[in-house]
């Protein structure tokens, strides 16, 4: 078709055509003519995807020899690869901050956060990404995971994405920036919530990293008059669903995804800082069960390295008669009740994954698995109250992914 015949078309049947174009073609319209320009920049802007997070397939780690998923913050990331997602990130920062009226158009962001450096390792700033979210006034979608390994140098906003009904988190962040992006949402507008194993970088206080490989059990963790968290200790988030508590009151999709402590020995686990965890999310599923139409929970295994058989425990002395994996015995003493204890007036789907799975090869002579009766009597009971309600349960002992946990400078000693 010429171009002559498409200007004739109706500007229904145009933009028709033109959603089906590649972005790449969406570039090269606009600049062809005013009508096109206006046609074609709310299709261009409308889904921004700079990210490697989703990527197929496993990527070798950065640290121990075996593979790990895309979304893992000790992934490897070519030079190669790294350079065109920094250099794709910068040009949509550029413009938006050029053209700030282009922010208006996002309704989805899809974005991989990485440390980035200068030719001299000096870490770049990120006062400029900041300014150019904010302009994203009329974002619904954001899916941001931080494969960052540092600290950003600058303070992000208060509320990034204010707009935003579907969220999704994943990765290491600092508790600023996890509070700017997940308290920062109206959370009475909040339809979708997912949090894929949530890393803390950790702070002495916000701006202030904690001193290196310190004993973190001499080290409380702290929070400011206002409840703001101030001492953090890295590894798995606490505390991000606690201000959210009552006040997702439209929030229909959940998932809570992350890694759990397979090794009652295990020195990167502080049991009562894992307890909290726990009992935080289950206050938060009893918290939306009037609205909550799909439901997933999963707990998972960390990358096993075979190399090294001894990685993160101390071995001396134990048996074989553990009682089993701290995570299960946290999912039955907290989760399992909030599950059963009341109806569910609109859920269709519940998704458990990772509830009396295995332990990692390396622990597996010290912890043995979640008792198999106990098991089943755990699913019988949680099955029996979702068929009560004509709810789809999907029940699934193993997950069908590891999931990354922060090992450096993480120790309980």
Known sequence: MSFALFANLPL?????????????????????????????????????????????????????????????PSRSVPLELDAKLHSRQQTLIRTLLRKP???????????????????????????????????????????????????????????????????????????????????????????????????????????????????????TETDCADGTPMLRHPGPTRGCLRPLIGRCTALQHLSLRSVGQDDVHDALWSPAKDEARYAEAAEFIASVRPTLRTL????????????????????????????????????VKYIVPVLVEASWPHLREMVIRGVGGSVRRSVERGNREMDRTLAEEM???????????NIRLSWERETSKTFYMRVHDLRYD
């Open 101 to 219: 009226q282009y922010g208006a158009l996002v309704r989805s962001l899809t974005w991989t956060r990485r440390t980035c450096f200068n030719a001299a390792y000096e870490q770049l700033p990120e006062q400029r990404t900041w300014t150019a979210f904010l302009t994203m006034c009329n974002v619904q979608t954001v899916d941001f995971v931080s494969l960052a390994t540092e600290r950003e140098l600058d303070s992000p906003p208060l509320r990034m994405f204010p707009t935003a009904q579907m969220v999704r988190l994943g990765g290491v962040f600092s508790s600023a920036l996890l509070r700017s992006i997940c308290h920062g949402v109206d959370p009475a507008k909040l339809r979708t919530l997912a949090l894929d194993n949530l890393h803390d970088l950790g702070q002495a206080r916000d701006g202030h990293d904690l001193p290196r490989a310190s004993d973190l059990s001499t080290r």
């Open 296 to 331: 997933v929970f999963e707990q998972g295994l960390q990358a096993d390295d075979d190399s090294d058989p001894g990685c993160g425990s101390s071995r001396a002395g134990l048996s074989t008669r553990e009682a089993g994996r701290p995570m299960d015995v946290r999912f």
């Open 379 to 389: 699913y019988g009971i949680v099955h029996g109250a979702m068929s009560e309600q």
């Open 12 to 72: 229904e049947l145009q933009a028709l055509v033109i959603s089906h174009c590649k972005p790449s073609d969406h570039a090269h319209m606009v600049r062809t003519s005013r009508a096109m320009l206006k046609l074609s920049l709310p299709i261009l802007y409308r889904d921004i995807d700079i990210s490697i997070h989703n990527q197929p397939g496993k990527r070798p780690s950065v640290y121990i020899p075996i593979a790990v998923e895309a979304d893992d």
